[in-house]
Structures are given as structure tokens and as C-alpha cells.
């Protein structure tokens, strides 16, 4: 009977820990995805504050005005050379 407790115990125990190691994996996991990247310098930046813009039903997001000014600036000439040719 001791011993079966024991086994429950301790089986009791590794849940506990399994349960408390993914919640600790989850935080991670939520960071990662609120990293974007900047298509104009590559930098990575955080999902909130930055500068977002929607092109081809994408969202891109950047580091700053400039960057996002300089992607929609070569996204129209990418445009305006497809409508010539
Ligand atoms: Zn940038």
C-alpha cells in the first residue's frame, strides 16, 4: 500500500513539473512571435509601436516612417515597371 502511494507520489510530482516546464515554454514562445522584420534595413523589431503597412494583403512592418516610406516607394515602382512592359 506504501509503495503504491509512493509511485502515485511520485508520478504526481513529474506531472507538476511537466505542467510547470510549458507553462514556462509558453511566455518564449508568445515572444517570438511578436518580433517582426523590417523588408527595408532587416531589422528585427517589436510588434507593438512600430510602423505597419498592408500591401498584397501582407502586413509589413517597420522600424520607422523612413523605411516605411522607402518600402512603399520601390513597391510603386515595382508596379508603375510592370504596367510599362
Ligand atoms: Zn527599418
Known amino acids: 500500500m506504501l509503495v503504491k502511494l509512493a509511485i502515485l507520489a511520485i508520478s504526481v510530482i513529474i506531472l507538476v513539473v511537466l505542467i510547470k516546464n510549458s507553462l514556462k515554454a509558453k511566455p518564449k ?4 512571435t511578436d518580433m517582426a522584420r523590417d523588408p ?6 517589436s510588434m507593438d509601436g512600430v510602423f505597419k503597412l498592408k500591401y498584397n494583403n501582407k502586413l509589413y512592418h ?16 515595382e508596379v508603375n515597371s510592370e504596367d510599362i512592359s
Open 62 to 77: 517597420f522600424c520607422s516612417k523612413e523605411c516605411m516610406n522607402k518600402f512603399r516607394e520601390e513597391k510603386l515602382k
Open 40 to 45: 527595408v534595413c532587416n531589422t528585427y523589431i
Open 29 to 32: 514562445a508568445i515572444d517570438a
